[in-house]
């Protein structure tokens, strides 16, 4: 009899987890897995037909009735047809997103459960507070860093607070982190006083690369979209393209994306080009260009 999986929720990035995991599964068992359109025909009996956003098919009852096994990515709350209840418990993941107000307190018992994952045991709830304070209740970020401190340790044991400091010290780019989340707000004002905190007490050609060189990935990532998006391709194949964390995807670029568009994305990987040619054509002081360059382009986005 074939077999029904349904992996639903609004919360994205739960939801593509547990959608990788089944995927890995299937994978190792050399189990191949098709579209719906790709079903029947001469395809092997043994596949798993992959249907992504199910919750906006019109044809779930035909879906239902083929002879493949089949998946269902449903990213909306648990409907309450009949068909669901016949899928069983153990086949079904509902992971939805929680009131803002409950973010913080819904991330700091995921990064405790996440060390687990690495088999390690559980951090001590202040360490989870406190880099849920520091980073934020972004749950994808959590887990790589959840990750980056358990690979850097190595051994299982409780994770301390100087584990933490010492990871988060080696890789934390909160300023610039920042700088990506106001430069989409244009305000010439917010950015520079950002761009101010990247650069420390003496910035130079040396930080002036390390801008330039922080943000061109997401830069791209924005135009690419933006561009994308202009000839009426639909958000999930963009993601698909680029590669991109479908979480992250639909989270940090697609709406940037569209609130920037293509021309001013453009226009910002020129000021950034600009930036970039001052240090590497010797000029005298190269950061002053690139505050000027982002700034000038804060003005003219509008």
């Known amino acids: 009899m074939a077999e029904r999986w349904i992996i639903g929720g609004t919360h994205d990035y739960l939801r593509w987890r547990e959608a990788q995991k089944l995927r890995e599964h299937l994978s190792k068992q050399s189990i191949p897995v098709i579209g719906p359109e790709d079903a029947g025909g001469f395809v092997d009996p043994d596949s798993v037909v992959w249907v992504a956003n199910a919750n906006k098919r019109k044809d779930i009852t035909a879906l239902l009735a083929l002879d493949y096994d089949l998946v269902l990515e449903w990213p909306a709350k648990k409907p309450e047809d009949p068909w669901v209840a016949k899928i069983p418990a153990k086949r079904q993941s509902w992971n939805d997103a929680v009131a803002i107000w409950e973010e913080d307190g819904v991330a700091v018992n995921f990064v405790r459960k996440e060390c687990l994952r690495h088999k390690f045991p559980?951090?001590?709830?202040?360490?989870?507070?406190?880099?849920?304070?520091?980073?934020?209740?972004?749950?994808?970020?959590?887990?790589?860093?959840?990750?980056?401190?358990?690979?850097?340790?190595?051994?299982?044991?409780?994770?301390?607070?100087?584990?933490?400091?010492?990871?988060?010290?080696?890789?934390?780019?909160?300023?610039?982190?920042?700088?990506?989340?106001?430069?989409?707000?244009?305000?010439?004002?917010?950015?520079?006083?950002?761009?101010?905190?990247?650069?420390?007490?003496?910035?130079?050609?040396?930080?002036?690369?390390?801008?330039?060189?922080?943000?061109?990935?997401?830069?791209?990532?924005?135009?690419?979209?933006?561009?994308?998006?202009?000839?009426?391709?639909?958000?999930?194949?963009?993601?698909?393209?680029?590669?991109?964390?479908?979480?992250?995807?639909?989270?940090?670029?697609?709406?940037v994306a569209q609130g920037l568009g293509s021309k001013s994305c453009l226009s910002l990987l020129q000021a950034m080009s600009h930036a970039e040619n001052a240090v590497l054509s010797g000029q005298r002081d190269p950061w002053t260009v690139l505050c000027g360059e982002l700034a000038m382009w804060c003005k003219e986005a509008k």
């Open 122 to 255: 559980e951090m001590p709830i202040e360490l989870a507070q406190s880099l849920v304070q520091t980073l934020g209740p972004d749950l994808a970020q959590l887990s790589w860093e959840v990750d980056k401190v358990c690979r850097n340790i190595g051994i299982a044991r409780i994770i301390t607070a100087k584990d933490l400091k010492e990871t988060l010290a080696g890789s934390n780019k909160k300023p610039l982190r920042d700088l990506v989340d106001i430069l989409p707000s244009r305000n010439a004002g917010s950015v520079l006083r950002v761009l101010g905190k990247v650069g420390g007490g003496n910035p130079g050609s040396g930080e002036v690369m390390q801008v330039v060189r922080g943000l061109l990935g997401t830069v791209l990532d924005w135009t690419a979209t933006a561009q994308a998006l202009e000839t009426k391709r639909q958000p999930d194949a963009i993601a698909e393209i680029l590669g991109a964390n479908p979480y992250r995807f639909k989270k940090f670029i697609l709406p």
